[in-house]
């Protein structure tokens, strides 16, 4: 690219961010996400290594409800925060956009699923981690906020990218249909490794800082990773299916835009894990928290993102590894 094109690049990427600040807080005030405050802290249960339910950053974005607020809880410095988040996420958009094959309204609904999956996975993982702490009407908030946020945003970052009008590029390499066993054995791949490095980042990034696990068991004390393993199992084996729908709707969500991406295996998995690493979550914690205290929201951010760079990495390369020869239909 040129100097003229990586301004004129710059320039659209600073405009999308603007427009998915604003998208976000009118997002918020149609689902009305910010006007319930977080219920009353309760201590919940020690027996599970806890990890925040993925913060989009127009909840984080709201203000204390504490009383008093902070000089880090201004409103006008959560819109700086909130802007600086949105401009992270948009970097990495305008990235996959340019690196994108497709175009028009199929760029659009690839991008508009990356961004719904965000708020999804928020709704979700509230509901057994964060219920004495939110909002009783927190998930179906979230859901709302996420699908008007979508809806706005995935359209207007095409048109300003210049996305909306260009033809859908080709590869040289020839496809053909994955077969039904390595595509389920790809679903299944992908499910386990997002169930190890959920609890493995969880437990080995996030539940080491002690704040942390004062906040989540009321207690600094701390298990070897498989007493904590063994404790999940014991007390909620559930646990590990909910977590394994997670990562199978998680994929699911995100997989258009992973096979969007053009180049070969490495360069896909880049893109992948760049992606992952910013849109599960973790830009979201930048901004002030009323949810999280500042040191829990640090330690959940640098978990998501070194999660996101793992695991969007094993998918990239996973879904892109042998697709020249194994393309599955309608991908």
């Not at 005030?29 to 405050?37: D, L, T």
């Not at 996030?206 to 498989?226: C, D, V």
Request: proline residues 6%; charged residues 10%.
């Amino acid at each position: 690219m040129s100097a003229k094109e990586i301004l004129a690049v710059g320039i659209k990427t600073i405009v999308v961010a603007i427009g998915l600040t604003i998208i976000f807080m009118i997002a918020a005030v149609v689902s009305g996400i910010g006007r319930h405050p977080p219920a009353a802290a309760v201590t919940p249960s020690a027996n599970s290594t806890q990890r925040e339910a993925v913060t989009p950053p127009a909840i984080a974005a709201q203000p204390s409800t504490s009383g008093k607020a902070t000089p880090s809880r201004q409103p006008a410095n959560a819109l700086l925060w909130l802007f600086v988040a949105s401009l992270v996420q948009v970097v990495v958009i305008s990235y996959l956009v340019l690196q994108a094959k497709w175009g028009g309204w199929r760029l659009v609904g690839a991008l508009f699923l990356l961004v719904l999956n965000t708020w999804v996975q928020a709704a979700l993982e509230s509901l057994p981690y964060l219920q004495a702490r939110v909002s009783p009407q927190f998930s179906a908030q979230a859901l709302v906020t996420g699908l008007v946020t979508a809806a706005l945003f995935a359209p207007f970052a095409v048109w300003v990218l210049g996305g909306s009008r260009r033809a859908p590029r080709t590869e040289q390499a020839a496809t053909s249909h994955r077969s039904f066993g390595r595509w389920t054995g790809a679903l299944a791949a992908t499910t386990v490794i997002f169930v190890v490095l959920y609890y493995l980042c969880g437990y080995y990034i996030a539940w080491q800082n002690p704040e942390l696990r004062q906040y989540y068991a009321g207690s600094t004390a701390i298990r070897s990773f498989w007493g904590q393993m063994t404790s999940i199992w014991t007390s909620t084996p559930w646990m590990f299916a909910f977590q394994a729908g997670r990562g199978l709707l998680f994929v699911a969500m995100t997989l258009p835009v992973v096979r969007m991406l053009r180049g070969g295996a490495l360069r896909v998995a880049f893109g992948t894990a760049l992606m992952y690493a910013i849109w599960d979550g973790s830009a979201g914690l930048i901004i002030p928290n009323p949810i999280f205290p500042p040191s829990v929201a640090h330690s959940h951010m640098i978990e998501l993102a070194v999660w996101g760079l793992l695991f969007g990495a094993f998918v990239g390369w996973l879904m892109r590894s042998d697709r020249a020869a194994t393309a599955p239909a309608g991908l």
